[in-house]
């Protein structure tokens, strides 16, 4: 999915093609189809250029609000079963509005908002932070109970670490 891992690229000059550059994934690694007439700059300049219009039209789908809930129902599947639809949440949004705080969530009307500032981190880091919101629909305090359901996430651990490492590196609280 998207991050920020460099793929194989592959070139495939074409004596057909006049200036339309494509980029398509195969597998592992991405083919990017250029004239045969473009020098090695005009290679390299569109080679980047298609790279990043790629990662951001699937970035655009891999990190939509609909991924998010989809991504919520498989980690309730997993950590949180026993619960049913006491761990549902009504709404799961992607927001940009969060100050400082990753996700929260309102018990009240059972919503979970998501910060957009996690959105190019780690799957396993989203995952945790989802897990963390998904367990306050069921435990509302940061209570021995709460942490207990946190504590089934594997790398819930690790998660907080990595995001303590950017709030730190960040100054954010
Ligand atoms: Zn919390």
């Known amino acids: 999915m998207a991050g920020t891992r460099k793929p194989v690229v ?29 020098s090695r700059a005009e290679e390299s300049e569109w080679v980047d250029r298609m790279l ?16 998010l809930l989809a991504r919520a129902s498989r980690l ?8 049913g639809s006491a761990a549902e949440p009504a709404s799961v949004r992607w927001v940009t509005n969060q100050n400082g705080r990753w996700g929260s969530c309102t ?5 979970i908002r998501i910060s ?16 963390h919101e998904l367990a306050h629909l069921i435990v509302p305090s940061h ?3 709460f942490w207990a ?6 790398r819930a651990e690790r998660a907080r670490g990595y ?11």
Request: aromatic share 8%.
């Open 116 to 131: 957009h500032r996690i959105q190019d981190m780690p799957d396993w880091v989203i995952d945790y932070v989802l897990l």
């Open 76 to 83: 309730i599947g997993l950590y949180l079963r026993e619960h």
């Open 52 to 67: 990043a219009r790629l990662a951001a039209r699937e970035g655009r789908f891999a990190r939509s609000d609909a991924e």
């Open 149 to 154: 359901l946190v504590a089934r996430y594997p």
């Open 10 to 38: 592959e070139v495939r000059r074409s004596q057909r093609r006049r200036r339309t550059v494509s980029a398509y994934r195969d597998g592992e690694r991405v083919v990017v189809l250029i004239p045969d007439q473009f």
């Open 163 to 173: 995001l303590e490492g950017v709030a730190a590196t960040a100054g954010l609280p």
């Open 107 to 111: 018990p009240a009307d059972r919503t």
């Open 143 to 145: 209570n021995a109970q």
